[in-house]
């Protein structure tokens, strides 16, 4: 018998607020199971338990940073599902792959039409806190900075969100 753990798999996710992120990515974990590392519920947490108050700062992305490697450290899927905005959290959950010598798929959930985007970003519930999510004109106006790398897009505009969960699992190989 191997006593070497198997190697795990990160998909960090990469969107702005209503893209679809968080349904492909609940679909995708069901399907393949993997441990869905959503950054809303972390933020909904602590708020609720008061430690934190007003600006969040990186508090929940360094939390799901810590989970996702001790579970990719025992060689789980884990599926990060956060905004991403910035080559820094980006390159964050690459290097959390990569010290646990773990595999990166990285990927950019976007949606074209536009007001296809704005509808899903108005009608939608945040499940963590039943709270609502950012309006569009905080959407819109959001720090969303472009790849300076080549990255997979997933497009959703016009799509559902098993086809989505399917081009990945694809890609995947799963």
């Given amino acids: ?6 190697r795990g798999f990160l998909v960090s996710l990469s969107g702005l607020p209503g893209v679809g992120k968080s349904s492909i990515a609940r679909l995708l974990a069901a399907e ?3 441990i869905w590392l959503r950054i809303d519920s972390i933020e909904s947490a602590l708020r609720s338990s008061g430690v934190v108050d007003g600006d969040m ?3 929940s992305y360094r939390a799901a940073y810590a989970v996702a490697a001790d579970n990719l450290a025992l060689g789980h899927r884990v599926i990060a599902d956060c905004v991403n905005p910035w080559m820094l959290t980006r ?3 690459r290097d959390v792959a990569l010290t646990a010598d773990a595999e990166l798929l990285e990927l950019e959930v976007i949606c074209t039409d536009r ?4 509808h899903r970003v108005e009608a939608r519930i945040i499940e963590a806190d039943g709270g609502r ?3 569009w004109q905080e959407v819109v106006a959001r720090d969303y900075r472009p790849w300076t790398r080549p990255v997979l897009v997933v497009e959703t505009a016009g799509r559902r969100v098993c086809d989505c969960a ?3 699992r694809h890609i995947l190989a799963l």
């Fill in 1 to 6: 018998m191997s006593h070497h753990a198997k």
């Fill in 32 to 34: 393949i199971g993997a």
């Fill in 57 to 59: 700062k990186d508090a």
């Fill in 91 to 93: 390159d964050a959950w």
């Fill in 115 to 118: 007001d296809a985007h704005r």
């Fill in 133 to 135: 999510g950012p309006g």
């Fill in 166 to 168: 399917a081009d990945i």
